[in-house]
């Protein structure tokens, strides 16, 4: 039989490939399990392969099913290639390795055979341990069998080789998971307490941090032929796309696909008749995931009633997305399904927890846990801020849903998938781009008539808690740059999901997309800050660097394999410590928020002077605060009148029909002059009074009427009320000069003059 000389030739590998020893107690090994076909028409085929060499004991354990044609004398060509290196390379006579049932070899079926035997202390003394304790080892021993006499080749076989180590851990999904939402949480809360600044700081550098994780997951997407490395490093990464196993999840979309349909796939069901592979080809073979020897694989509800044959030499290629799927134990058939619905759990606990708070704060401030101005703005218009935080939740998702709803679309596993992933990828769009658009309106009125797109931007809370989520993060007068970072995800995700069949479409598409958006942000630099700019551009950097290290791994430019294999350790170290780094800034900023008392203290001011128009319904503080308030107009005798409680009067609706008011040129006011009880502009001279005196000499000092305080003059106090029915009697209030002098001794209004827009 062919099995023991194959295992040997296994194990001899194996022990050339683990000698570094760790000053650990972690046991060492290092094990294949898959033996696959290198070649048409091999006399061998392998269902089922487990090898493990443990070098403290010296021995191999070997458990394989497979069928064998060869007989006779044979000879085995063995190759060991680590990191594209041709470690070693050696002929192996099973007649001088004394291996029963290999000299001659017979023809027969192999079943469960399992096997442990020892492994020569000469042999593992020579192993190369640098690859020993490196994880996702990139290690392939292949073995081509030979006929002793012709030399020719009846069988080829080829096993991946594993050291049991991988970067592909739950702790660090997790840790990563925790450190986005905590950060996200902190920016509601923070802003909530007032803190704006802080909160827009902390959300920017949140949704950046999650932009960075969903683009490492896209890398893994890609139907690259990635390194093991690489493809267990964006692995951690693939619960920001929704790809997350849950036992019974997986059952809900197994039936929903039968009852609409559909054919779900059995490829992991029969995983105990088949071996797993990340295979690694030489030149004409990519590396792909293959598994083989599965007895029924169902086709996808394009190909109903059509099945895989039985045979056990039966193959399938999984890669890209279904790669990502099947490395998570997720059928290729509810990747799509599982991501929908991990989406909309997430609005879902997010709209229970929002109405949660809310009810926990108003019980809080009548028990008197609270301050009554505690979460104020919160609590008196709730339902707006949650409107914004679910438009927020969208653009999150937006990346994820583009990519399986697309990819759903070229898979049709059932009728009312494609209708859902329609509906999710087109509602989701219309909605980001009509709030793109309805934040493009706003900020050109506003630049129409207060020469400042901050204006009403900042100043409506209803257009600032809906619309916000759009363009705080970005300066006022960059405000337009998410219409340019939306179009950026979407071409990415066409590319993920649509170029499915070429890794080197996909490749060479996101080099180009990753340059023009890099080479954007760093001209433009449209984030509110230098800190936060120089946050975004060295992500936009590294994303570059990756989808450049992605169009290698294509191997379009025929490098030899050491040279993929040691880029696909760089790819990790850069990524892994960039990531780190990101996420200590992250924490750092979050912990800020949570435990400073005041944390706007960390942050400047913004240049675009937002903070000077963000109102709030909660009591102003301080005496400067109260002076900007009655610059802006925003106070009156009977309290605060800025907020617009009632979303369809918000002045970022841009209806303008219910209570608009208009000034006497019959120019619309903004809500917090429409809704001051102010009394119209007066003259600061007095109409009695000729300018010229009647002798025909100038008048010196101070004109009889007029206030030397403009307090008095914006209170109205003016000597010249003795003389207003004389005024009135030669200029009515509604005449054109009487709207003209108005016009022209107020050229300002008293908010904008307040605010700096007097000249």
Same mark, same amino acid.
């Given at each position: &039989?062919?099995?023991?000389?194959?295992?040997?030739?296994?194990?001899?590998?194996?022990?050339?490939?683990?000698?570094?020893?760790?000053?650990?107690?972690?046991?060492?090994?290092?094990? *294949?399990?898959?033996?696959?076909?290198?070649?048409?028409?091999?006399?061998?085929?392998?269902?089922?392969?487990?090898?493990?060499?443990?070098?403290?004991?010296?021995?191999?354990?070997?458990?394989?099913?497979?069928?064998?044609?060869?007989?006779?004398?044979?000879?085995?060509?063995?190759?060991?290639? #680590?990191?594209?290196?041709?470690?070693?390379?050696?002929?192996?006579?099973?007649?001088?390795?004394?291996?029963?049932? &290999?000299?001659? =070899?017979?023809?027969?079926?192999?079943?469960?055979?399992?096997?442990?035997?020892?492994?020569?202390?000469?042999?593992?003394? +020579?192993?190369?341990?640098?690859?020993?304790?490196?994880?996702?080892?990139?290690?392939?021993?292949?073995?081509?069998?030979?006929?002793?006499?012709?030399?020719?080749?009846? /069988?080829?076989?080829?096993?991946?080789?594993?050291?049991? !180590?991988?970067?592909?851990? !739950?702790?660090?999904?997790?840790?990563?998971?925790?450190?986005?939402?905590?950060?996200? #949480?902190?920016?509601?809360?923070?802003?909530?307490?007032?803190?704006?600044?802080?909160? /827009?700081?902390?959300?920017?550098?949140?949704?950046?941090?999650?932009?960075?994780?969903?683009?490492?997951?896209?890398?893994?997407?890609?139907?690259?032929?990635?390194?093991?490395?690489?493809?267990?490093?964006?692995?951690?990464?693939?619960?920001? =796309?929704?790809?997350?196993?849950?036992?019974?999840?997986?059952?809900?979309?197994?039936?929903?696909?039968?009852? $609409?349909?559909?054919?779900?796939?059995?490829?992991?069901?029969?995983?105990?008749?088949?071996?797993?592979?990340?295979?690694?080809?030489?030149?004409?073979?990519?590396?792909? $995931?293959?598994?083989?020897?599965?007895?029924?694989?169902?086709?996808?509800?394009?190909?109903?009633?059509?099945?895989?044959?039985?045979?056990?030499?039966?193959?399938?290629?999984?890669? %890209?997305?279904?790669?990502?799927?099947?490395?998570?134990?997720?059928?290729?058939?509810?990747?799509?399904?599982?991501?929908?619905?991990?989406? =909309?759990?997430?609005?879902?606990?997010?709209?229970?927890?929002?109405?949660?708070?809310?009810?926990?704060?108003? %019980?809080?401030?009548?028990?008197?846990?609270?301050?009554?101005?505690?979460?104020?703005?919160?609590? +008196?218009?709730?339902?707006?801020?949650?409107?914004?935080?679910?438009?927020?939740?969208?653009?999150?998702? @937006?990346?994820?849903? $583009?990519?399986?709803?697309?990819?759903?679309?070229?898979?049709?596993?059932?009728?009312?998938?494609?209708?859902?992933?329609?509906?999710? @990828?087109?509602? &989701?769009? %219309?909605?980001?781009?009509?709030?793109?658009?309805?934040?493009?309106?706003?900020?050109?009125?506003?630049?129409?008539?207060?020469?400042?797109?901050?204006?009403?931007?900042?100043?409506?809370?209803?257009?600032?808690?809906?619309?916000?989520?759009?363009?705080?993060?970005?300066?006022?007068?960059?405000?337009?740059?998410?219409?340019? #970072?939306?179009?950026?995800?979407?071409?990415?995700?066409? @590319?993920?999901?649509?170029?499915? *069949?070429?890794?080197?479409?996909?490749?060479?598409?996101?080099?180009?997309?990753?340059?023009?958006?890099?080479?954007?942000?760093?001209?433009?630099?449209?984030?509110?800050?230098?800190?936060?700019?120089?946050?975004?551009?060295?992500?936009?950097?590294?994303? =570059?660097?990756?989808?450049?290290?992605?169009?290698?791994?294509?191997?379009?430019?025929?490098?030899?394999?050491? #040279?993929?294999?040691?880029?696909?350790?760089?790819?990790?170290?850069?990524?892994?410590?960039?990531?780190?780094?990101?996420?200590?800034?992250?924490?750092?900023?979050?912990?800020?928020?949570?435990?400073?008392?005041?944390?706007?203290?960390?942050?400047?001011?913004?240049?675009?002077?937002?903070?000077?128009?963000?109102?709030?319904?909660?009591?102003?503080?301080?005496?400067?605060?109260?002076?900007?308030?009655?610059?802006?107009?925003?106070?009156?005798?009977?309290?605060?009148?800025?907020?617009?409680?009632?979303?369809?009067?918000?002045?970022?609706?841009?209806?303008?029909?219910?209570?608009?008011?208009?000034?006497?040129?019959?120019?619309?006011?903004?809500?917090?002059?429409?809704?001051?009880?102010?009394?119209?502009?007066?003259?600061?001279?007095?109409?009695?009074?000729?300018?010229?005196?009647?002798?025909?000499?100038?008048?010196?000092?101070?004109?009889?009427?007029?206030?030397?305080?403009?307090?008095? &003059?914006?209170?109205?106090?003016?000597?010249?009320?003795?003389?207003?029915?004389?005024?009135?009697?030669?200029?009515?209030?509604?005449?054109?000069?009487?709207?003209?002098?108005?016009?022209?001794?107020?050229?300002?209004?008293?908010?904008?003059?307040?605010?700096?827009?007097?000249?």
């Amino acid at each position: &039989m062919r099995l023991p000389f194959s295992s040997r030739a296994i194990c001899l590998v194996l022990a050339a490939m683990s000698s570094v020893v760790y000053q650990s107690t972690a046991l060492r090994m290092i094990e *294949s399990k898959s033996l696959n076909p290198c070649q048409d028409n091999s006399s061998f085929t392998a269902t089922l392969f487990n090898v493990v060499f443990t070098p403290h004991n010296r021995s191999v354990t070997i458990d394989i099913t497979g069928v064998s044609s060869i007989s006779g004398y044979v000879k085995a060509e063995l190759d060991v290639i #680590v990191y594209g290196y041709n470690a070693i390379k050696t002929t192996l006579d099973p007649c001088d390795l004394d291996l029963a049932g &290999m000299c001659p =070899m017979n023809i027969g079926q192999l079943k469960n055979q399992k096997l442990n035997f020892p492994v020569s202390a000469d042999v593992v003394s +020579k192993i190369p341990g640098i690859f020993y304790g490196v994880p996702d080892l990139d290690g392939l021993v292949r073995i081509y069998i030979r006929d002793t006499q012709t030399s020719v080749s009846k /069988a080829c076989i080829e096993a991946e080789l594993s050291n049991g !180590k991988t970067v592909d851990q !739950k702790g660090v999904g997790w840790s990563t998971a925790v450190v986005a939402g905590l950060a996200l #949480v902190a920016s509601a809360v923070t802003s909530g307490l007032g803190h704006s600044n802080t909160a /827009a700081h902390v959300a920017a550098n949140a949704l950046s941090l999650f932009g960075y994780f969903q683009a490492q997951a896209l890398i893994g997407m890609t139907a690259v032929s990635l390194p093991p490395i690489v493809m267990s490093w964006t692995q951690n990464f693939q619960w920001t =796309m929704g790809i997350i196993r849950v036992e019974f999840l997986q059952d809900i979309c197994t039936w929903y696909q039968r009852a $609409t349909g559909g054919t779900p796939a059995t490829l992991l069901s029969n995983l105990h008749d088949a071996s797993v592979e990340v295979q690694k080809r030489s030149l004409d073979f990519a590396r792909t $995931t293959v598994v083989q020897g599965f007895h029924e694989l169902a086709k996808r509800s394009s190909d109903v009633g059509a099945t895989a044959a039985s045979s056990p030499t039966t193959s399938v290629v999984v890669q %890209g997305i279904e790669r990502v799927g099947f490395r998570a134990r997720i059928e290729s058939t509810n990747i799509f399904l599982t991501g929908v619905i991990f989406f =909309m759990i997430f609005v879902t606990f997010t709209t229970a927890a929002v109405a949660l708070f809310k009810a926990f704060c108003e %019980g809080a401030v009548r028990a008197g846990w609270f301050k009554g101005d505690k979460f104020e703005d919160f609590r +008196k218009g709730w339902k707006i801020v949650l409107k914004g935080i679910l438009f927020r939740l969208v653009l999150i998702g @937006f990346p994820q849903m $583009t990519v399986l709803c697309l990819w759903e679309l070229t898979k049709r596993d059932s009728a009312a998938q494609v209708i859902l992933a329609l509906f999710f @990828f087109l509602s &989701m769009l %219309g909605s980001l781009a009509w709030a793109s658009l309805k934040v493009f309106r706003i900020a050109q009125r506003s630049v129409a008539m207060h020469k400042n797109p901050a204006y009403i931007l900042y100043s409506d809370p209803t257009a600032l808690n809906k619309w916000g989520f759009l363009y705080v993060q970005f300066r006022a007068t960059a405000y337009y740059f998410i219409i340019p #970072v939306l179009l950026y995800i979407l071409v990415k995700g066409i @590319f993920v999901a649509l170029a499915q *069949s070429s890794g080197v479409a996909q490749a060479v598409g996101l080099v180009i997309v990753e340059a023009v958006f890099l080479i954007g942000v760093s001209i433009l630099r449209p984030w509110m800050d230098k800190k936060t700019n120089a946050f975004n551009i060295a992500i936009a950097a590294i994303n =570059m660097l990756n989808v450049i290290f992605l169009l290698v791994f294509t191997s379009v430019f025929n490098q030899p394999g050491i #040279v993929t294999a040691v880029m696909g350790v760089i790819f990790f170290g850069v990524n892994a410590a960039f990531a780190i780094i990101l996420i200590l800034m992250v924490l750092f900023a979050t912990g800020w928020a949570i435990f400073s008392k005041n944390p706007d203290t960390r942050y400047q001011p913004m240049r675009d002077d937002r903070g000077s128009f963000i109102k709030s319904q909660s009591q102003l503080n301080t005496e400067l605060d109260a002076l900007g308030a009655t610059a802006r107009g925003d106070m009156t005798q009977t309290g605060y009148k800025g907020r617009i409680s009632d979303d369809e009067d918000s002045y970022s609706s841009g209806s303008g029909k219910h209570g608009q008011t208009y000034d006497p040129l019959g120019v619309p006011l903004p809500p917090s002059t429409a809704n001051s009880h102010r009394s119209p502009p007066r003259s600061p001279i007095d109409p009695n009074m000729p300018f010229l005196p009647s002798d025909g000499t100038p008048r010196h000092g101070t004109p009889t009427g007029y206030s030397d305080s403009p307090r008095g &003059m914006y209170n109205g106090h003016n000597d010249s009320s003795r003389n207003q029915s004389y005024s009135q009697f030669n200029h009515p209030p509604g005449s054109a000069h009487s709207q003209g002098r108005n016009r022209q001794q107020n050229n300002g209004s008293p908010w904008q003059r307040g605010a700096g827009y007097d000249h």
